[in-house]
């Protein structure tokens, strides 16, 4: 997987600064995980955990994702495609970050809420001043 990632990657052999190699890493693993913006494979594995133990707080809120990124910006840190303090996350809006986190949280409630009503769950139920 890593000379393809070097090939593929456009700053797989070399990056923009002066120190050697490239952007790929090689770290030993037992599961591969492949993700275009690594925070969101990694909220992925947040929200598949957060299903499993019925806690969608296992996935931080779009406000905390914010926070996050913002932090690291402030702290000095730069977005890794375009090397920029701007509000980004490997290349996309900082907001489109924090729909993901959304997202995410949203499937997990969803997966996990008891299913009280509405078609989907295959039952209505009749509530004061409805009629059947």
Not at 12 to 24: F, I, L, N, S, W
Request: hydrophobic share 35%.
């Amino acid at each position: 997987m890593h000379p393809f990632m070097q090939d593929f990657h456009p700053y797989g052999r070399e990056t923009q600064t002066d120190k050697p190699g490239g952007a790929v890493t090689v770290t030993a693993t037992d599961i591969f995980l492949p993700a275009s913006v690594s925070n969101w494979g990694a909220y992925g594995v947040a929200a598949m955990l957060g299903f499993l133990l019925k806690n969608r707080d296992l996935v931080q809120t779009p406000e905390l994702e914010k926070r996050i990124v913002q932090a690291c910006l402030d702290a000095g840190g730069w977005e890794m495609r375009y090397c920029t303090s701007r509000f980004i996350v490997d290349g996309t809006e900082g907001e489109s970050s924090m729909a993901i986190v959304q997202l995410l949280r949203d499937m997990v409630r969803l997966n996990i809420a008891e299913p009280d009503r509405g078609l989907s769950h295959g039952q209505m139920k009749k509530t004061e001043g409805t009629r059947e």
